[in-house]
Protein backbone atom coordinates (compact mmCIF):
# COMPACT_ATOMS: atom_id res chain seq x y z
CA UNK A 1 0.00 0.00 0.00
CA UNK A 2 0.97 3.59 -0.46
CA UNK A 3 1.58 4.19 3.41
CA UNK A 4 4.21 1.92 3.44
CA UNK A 5 5.87 5.09 1.99
CA UNK A 6 7.54 7.33 4.37
CA UNK A 7 5.61 10.63 4.35
CA UNK A 8 2.14 9.42 3.19
CA UNK A 9 -0.30 10.20 5.66
CA UNK A 10 -4.03 10.09 5.89
CA UNK A 11 -4.80 13.50 3.81
CA UNK A 12 -1.97 12.47 1.06
CA UNK A 13 -3.20 8.95 0.82
CA UNK A 14 -6.56 10.50 0.13
CA UNK A 15 -5.14 12.40 -2.65
CA UNK A 16 -3.43 9.80 -4.47
CA UNK A 17 -6.34 7.16 -4.28
CA UNK A 18 -8.37 10.47 -6.04
CA UNK A 19 -5.88 9.50 -8.77
CA UNK A 20 -6.24 6.13 -8.34
CA UNK A 21 -3.11 5.13 -6.81
CA UNK A 22 -3.36 2.28 -4.83
CA UNK A 23 -0.27 1.22 -4.02
CA UNK A 24 3.40 1.91 -4.46
CA UNK A 25 3.66 0.33 -7.90
CA UNK A 26 1.05 2.30 -9.03
CA UNK A 27 3.19 5.30 -8.05
CA UNK A 28 6.39 4.06 -10.42
CA UNK A 29 3.85 3.70 -12.96
CA UNK A 30 2.82 7.12 -12.83
CA UNK A 31 4.56 10.45 -14.37
CA UNK A 32 6.29 12.44 -11.71
CA UNK A 33 4.76 15.66 -13.20
CA UNK A 34 1.23 13.66 -12.33
CA UNK A 35 2.23 13.23 -8.84
CA UNK A 36 4.04 16.80 -8.16
CA UNK A 37 1.13 18.65 -10.06
CA UNK A 38 -1.52 16.62 -7.29
CA UNK A 39 0.35 16.69 -4.09
CA UNK A 40 3.06 19.52 -4.98
CA UNK A 41 6.80 18.85 -6.28
CA UNK A 42 9.09 18.11 -3.05
CA UNK A 43 6.43 15.63 -1.53
CA UNK A 44 5.92 14.08 -5.01
CA UNK A 45 9.17 14.12 -6.15
CA UNK A 46 10.07 12.22 -2.62
CA UNK A 47 7.23 9.45 -3.33
CA UNK A 48 8.21 8.76 -6.81
CA UNK A 49 11.68 8.39 -6.29
CA UNK A 50 11.23 6.24 -3.17
CA UNK A 51 8.59 4.33 -5.25
CA UNK A 52 11.43 3.23 -7.30
CA UNK A 53 13.55 2.73 -4.07
CA UNK A 54 15.45 5.90 -4.56
CA UNK A 55 16.26 7.07 -1.03
CA UNK A 56 19.25 8.95 -0.44
CA UNK A 57 18.76 9.25 2.85
CA UNK A 58 21.87 8.29 5.29
CA UNK A 59 21.05 5.13 7.08
CA UNK A 60 21.31 5.42 10.61
CA UNK A 61 22.66 2.45 12.58
CA UNK A 62 20.32 1.33 15.35
CA UNK A 63 22.86 1.62 18.49
CA UNK A 64 22.98 -1.64 20.93
CA UNK A 65 23.92 -1.16 24.32
CA UNK A 66 26.99 -3.34 25.47
CA UNK A 67 26.93 -2.53 28.81
CA UNK A 68 24.75 -1.23 32.02
CA UNK A 69 26.27 0.72 34.67
CA UNK A 70 25.59 3.09 37.48
CA UNK A 71 27.57 5.07 39.53
CA UNK A 72 26.99 7.55 43.05
CA UNK A 73 29.72 9.86 44.01
CA UNK A 74 29.44 10.62 47.61
CA UNK A 75 28.87 13.74 49.74
CA UNK A 76 32.00 13.47 51.30
CA UNK A 77 34.61 11.16 51.55
CA UNK A 78 34.29 7.50 53.30
CA UNK A 79 36.42 5.46 54.78
CA UNK A 80 33.31 3.20 56.16
CA UNK A 81 33.42 -0.30 54.55
CA UNK A 82 29.76 -0.98 55.37
CA UNK A 83 28.83 2.76 54.26
CA UNK A 84 29.97 1.53 50.66
CA UNK A 85 28.64 -1.85 50.95
CA UNK A 86 25.44 -0.42 51.28
CA UNK A 87 26.05 1.96 48.01
CA UNK A 88 27.23 -0.93 45.77
CA UNK A 89 23.76 -2.81 46.93
CA UNK A 90 21.99 0.00 45.94
CA UNK A 91 23.71 0.22 42.53
CA UNK A 92 23.95 -3.64 41.61
CA UNK A 93 19.69 -3.39 42.21
CA UNK A 94 19.77 -0.62 40.21
CA UNK A 95 21.73 -1.85 37.56
CA UNK A 96 19.95 -5.32 37.44
CA UNK A 97 16.36 -3.63 37.28
CA UNK A 98 17.29 -1.99 33.90
CA UNK A 99 18.76 -5.26 32.79
CA UNK A 100 15.46 -6.78 33.76
CA UNK A 101 13.76 -3.82 32.14
CA UNK A 102 15.75 -3.82 28.84
CA UNK A 103 15.90 -7.90 28.32
CA UNK A 104 19.52 -8.20 28.55
CA UNK A 105 21.87 -10.33 31.25
CA UNK A 106 25.64 -10.31 32.28
CA UNK A 107 28.38 -12.46 33.05
CA UNK A 108 31.24 -10.17 33.68
CA UNK A 109 30.59 -7.57 36.53
CA UNK A 110 32.77 -4.65 37.25
CA UNK A 111 33.41 -2.37 39.98
CA UNK A 112 35.06 0.76 39.60
CA UNK A 113 36.25 2.66 42.83
CA UNK A 114 37.70 6.33 43.18
CA UNK A 115 39.51 7.96 46.08
CA UNK A 116 40.06 11.25 47.72
CA UNK A 117 42.97 11.85 45.43
CA UNK A 118 41.04 10.93 42.25
CA UNK A 119 43.03 7.77 41.27
CA UNK A 120 40.51 5.42 40.29
CA UNK A 121 40.80 1.70 40.56
CA UNK A 122 38.64 -1.05 38.27
CA UNK A 123 38.26 -4.70 38.75
CA UNK A 124 36.40 -6.95 37.38
CA UNK A 125 35.17 -10.89 37.57
CA UNK A 126 33.10 -13.15 35.62
CA UNK A 127 30.29 -15.24 36.86
CA UNK A 128 29.63 -18.71 36.06
CA UNK A 129 26.12 -17.34 33.86
CA UNK A 130 24.50 -14.34 32.85
CA UNK A 131 22.14 -12.86 35.49
CA UNK A 132 20.23 -9.92 35.93
CA UNK A 133 19.76 -11.24 39.60
CA UNK A 134 20.93 -7.20 42.14
CA UNK A 135 21.82 -10.35 44.52
CA UNK A 136 24.85 -12.18 42.29
CA UNK A 137 26.56 -8.12 41.22
CA UNK A 138 26.48 -6.73 44.41
CA UNK A 139 27.50 -10.28 46.10
CA UNK A 140 30.39 -9.81 43.19
CA UNK A 141 31.08 -6.35 43.27
CA UNK A 142 31.49 -6.75 47.24
CA UNK A 143 33.99 -8.98 46.80
CA UNK A 144 35.85 -7.32 44.67
CA UNK A 145 36.01 -3.94 46.77
CA UNK A 146 37.02 -6.10 49.64
CA UNK A 147 39.69 -7.57 47.32
CA UNK A 148 41.11 -4.48 47.42
CA UNK A 149 42.14 -4.74 50.68
CA UNK A 150 41.90 -0.52 51.18
CA UNK A 151 41.08 -1.23 55.17
CA UNK A 152 39.86 2.47 56.20
CA UNK A 153 40.86 4.08 52.63
CA UNK A 154 38.89 7.64 51.72
CA UNK A 155 36.15 6.64 48.73
CA UNK A 156 34.85 9.25 46.75
CA UNK A 157 33.07 7.16 44.26
CA UNK A 158 31.91 3.61 43.66
CA UNK A 159 30.47 2.06 40.73
CA UNK A 160 28.84 -1.10 39.20
CA UNK A 161 28.92 -2.29 35.89
CA UNK A 162 27.54 -5.12 33.68
CA UNK A 163 29.11 -6.04 30.22
CA UNK A 164 28.44 -8.02 27.26
CA UNK A 165 24.73 -8.42 27.50
CA UNK A 166 23.32 -11.41 26.37
CA UNK A 167 19.40 -11.94 25.84
CA UNK A 168 18.47 -13.51 29.56
CA UNK A 169 15.78 -15.21 27.35
CA UNK A 170 18.53 -17.55 26.40
CA UNK A 171 20.07 -17.81 28.94
CA UNK A 172 21.06 -20.68 30.93
CA UNK A 173 20.30 -19.80 34.66
CA UNK A 174 21.75 -22.87 36.76
CA UNK A 175 19.85 -24.54 39.24
CA UNK A 176 20.94 -23.29 42.44
CA UNK A 177 19.75 -19.67 41.20
CA UNK A 178 16.66 -20.66 40.47
CA UNK A 179 16.02 -22.78 43.55
CA UNK A 180 17.58 -19.26 45.52
CA UNK A 181 14.11 -17.45 44.32
CA UNK A 182 16.26 -14.22 44.31
CA UNK A 183 15.36 -13.73 40.60
CA UNK A 184 11.71 -14.55 41.36
CA UNK A 185 11.61 -11.88 44.24
CA UNK A 186 13.50 -9.22 42.55
CA UNK A 187 10.52 -9.15 40.07
CA UNK A 188 7.85 -9.15 42.41
CA UNK A 189 10.01 -6.09 43.47
CA UNK A 190 9.98 -4.21 40.27
CA UNK A 191 5.86 -5.17 39.62
CA UNK A 192 5.93 -2.83 43.04
CA UNK A 193 8.19 0.33 42.01
CA UNK A 194 6.39 0.18 39.22
CA UNK A 195 3.12 0.67 40.72
CA UNK A 196 4.00 2.76 43.59
CA UNK A 197 7.72 4.43 43.05
CA UNK A 198 11.40 3.11 43.60
CA UNK A 199 11.41 3.96 47.30
CA UNK A 200 8.25 1.64 48.14
CA UNK A 201 10.27 -1.29 48.70
CA UNK A 202 13.83 -1.98 48.85
CA UNK A 203 16.67 -4.15 50.60
CA UNK A 204 16.15 -3.92 54.51
CA UNK A 205 19.86 -2.55 54.84
CA UNK A 206 19.05 0.42 52.70
CA UNK A 207 15.95 1.38 55.27
CA UNK A 208 17.14 4.53 56.91
CA UNK A 209 15.56 5.26 60.26
CA UNK A 210 13.90 8.05 59.59
Not at 10 to 32: F, M, Y
Not at 128 to 137: G, K, N, Q, W
Amino acid sequence: PITALWGVGGKTADQLTRLGLQTVGDIARTPQSTITRMIGQALGTHLYELAWGRDPRRVEPVSVDKSVSNEHTFDHDIDDPEVVHAELLRLSGKVAARMRAGGPAARPVSLQVRFADFSTVTRSRSLPAATDVAHDIYLTARALYEGLHLQRARVRLVGVRCENLSDSGAVQVPLSARDSGWRETEQVMDEVARKFGSSAVRPARLVRPE
